[in-house]
T-cell receptor
Framework: AQSVTQLGSHVSVSEGALVLLRCNYSSSVPPYLFWYVQYPNQGLQLLLK??????LVKGINGFEAEFKKSETSFHLTKPSAHMSDAAEYFCAVKNTDKLIFGTGTRLQVFP | EPEVTQTPSHQVTQMGQEVILRCVPISNHLYFYWYRQILGQKVEFLVSFYNNEISEKSEIFDDQFSVERPDGSNFTLKIRSTKLEDSAMYFC??????????????FGPGTRLLVL
């Protein structure tokens, strides 16, 4: 069965610092991987996705993620955090036509 | 930009009552989904729907739940007799395709259901 694990339910960074949100997946077939963001009182918005091809995927708002098969990881990064990045971030893997989500990581950004 | 909309944004109901949560998917999308998120827990898949029938459902989606596309625009989730543990945020999503694995699902803002 496919699954994702997000290490760290809360991550705090200073404005301007590197953001690193971790996601590891388990899949017996080549995975389709997604990162979604949820701002307060809003729905889930797609940040980026990996399907096939280039392993470094660029998304919206300066975020990117690298698919590493050897490490079964799909960590999300942003070089310089902004206050507006404060939100909950979900990693997900596609299984047939449904998404299987991780438990989420809440990102706090301090001035 | 087209978006998925959901109504109501909040719903409070008494245990045992029926609720209907409504969603308007993106207009050219053909695949529809319901997910839920119990407070403090992960987002969980409930059901997927295509061509007027359920294509997949989770073990959460028991006989108390049903989905319907009553017209060309709405997609509804009905809970027949609500339980306390049905309290959650319910998200509707839609996509153009489903069997193509990389297809993006677009989510609505959610309906927060509280069962008292």
């Amino acid at each position: 069965a496919q699954s994702v694990t997000q290490l760290g339910s809360h991550v705090s960074v200073s404005e301007g610092a590197l953001v690193l949100l971790r996601c590891n997946y388990s899949s017996s077939v080549p995975p389709y991987l997604f990162w979604y963001v949820q701002y307060p009182n809003q729905g889930l918005q797609l940040l980026l996705k990996y399907t096939t091809g280039a392993t470094l995927v660029k998304g919206i708002n300066g975020f990117e993620a690298e698919f590493k098969k050897s490490e079964t990881s799909f960590h999300l990064t942003k070089p310089s955090a902004h206050m507006s990045d404060a939100a909950e971030y979900f990693c997900a893997v596609k299984n047939t036509d449904k998404l299987i989500f991780g438990t989420g990581t809440r990102l706090q950004v301090f001035p | 930009e087209p978006e998925v909309t959901q109504t109501p944004s909040h719903q409070v109901t008494q245990m045992g009552q029926e609720v209907i949560l409504r969603c308007v998917p993106i207009s050219n999308h053909l695949y529809f989904y319901w997910y839920r998120q119990i407070l403090g827990q992960k987002v969980e898949f409930l059901v997927s729907f295509y061509n007027n029938e359920i294509s997949e459902k989770s073990e959460i989606f028991d006989d108390q739940f049903s989905v319907e596309r009553p017209d060309g625009s709405n997609f509804t989730l009905k809970i027949r007799s609500t339980k306390l543990e049905d309290s959650a945020m319910y998200f509707c999503a839609s996509s153009e395709q489903a069997l193509v694995g990389q297809e993006t699902q677009y989510f609505g803002p959610g309906t927060r259901l509280l069962v008292l």
